[in-house]
């Protein structure tokens, strides 16, 4: 289970995994990120899970392909590098997955305000060598929103004012 990284630069740091079918990579001593030199490096792998779902339309109960569902455990880390994608079925996978609480964060890519997911955040809890298959991602069809945001003591509109929601945001113009 030895490696080595030849010609790593003096100074550097690198985020470093490894991966195992059936396995995920679980935090030693809080550790995800490593420094040129450093000797007591440890990847560990444990037992995993897997999160299985759907993405539909609420209207229509229909499957909808391409939303992009990221994952981050409710402490912060196990984040995936890349998303899982919904299939043409709408269904998605997301194997090897260290056992916590999960935020499962959907994105449907170029199509705000087209479709939108009804919540921001789901959670899911995966166990070691469960697979939760019952995720279910709604999403609806989006629609605009006029917002004005006014001084409280003016009623003025204010500009360059960020509003946020989900993942979008937006800057208020001089109305």
């Known amino acids: 289970g030895l490696f080595r990284i030849e010609n790593f630069p003096p100074g550097a740091h690198a985020g470093l995994s490894a991966s195992k079918d059936g396995k995920a990579q679980q935090k030693k001593n809080g550790m995800w990120d490593f420094h040129s030199g450093q000797k007591d490096i440890e990847l560990v792998l444990g037992p995993a899970g897997n999160i299985e779902g759907k993405v539909v339309v609420v209207e229509t109960g229909r499957p909808l392909a391409g939303v992009k569902i990221q994952i981050m455990s409710t402490t912060g880390s196990g984040r995936l590098p890349e998303p899982a994608v919904s299939g043409s079925d ?24 087209d479709w939108m997911p009804t919540t921001d955040v789901e959670l899911v809890t995966v166990r070691a060598g469960k697979t939760p298959g019952n995720v279910l991602i709604q999403v609806s069809k989006g629609a605009l929103v006029k917002v004005t945001v006014v001084a409280t003591n003016r009623r003025e509109p ?11 945001t937006v800057y208020t113009d001089t109305n």
């Open 158 to 168: 204010l500009a360059d004012v960020a509003v946020s929601s989900g993942g979008s």
């Open 90 to 113: 709408g269904t998605f996978r997301i194997p090897d997955v260290e056992p916590a609480e999960y935020n499962i964060m959907p994105t449907v890519p170029g199509s705000s305000p």
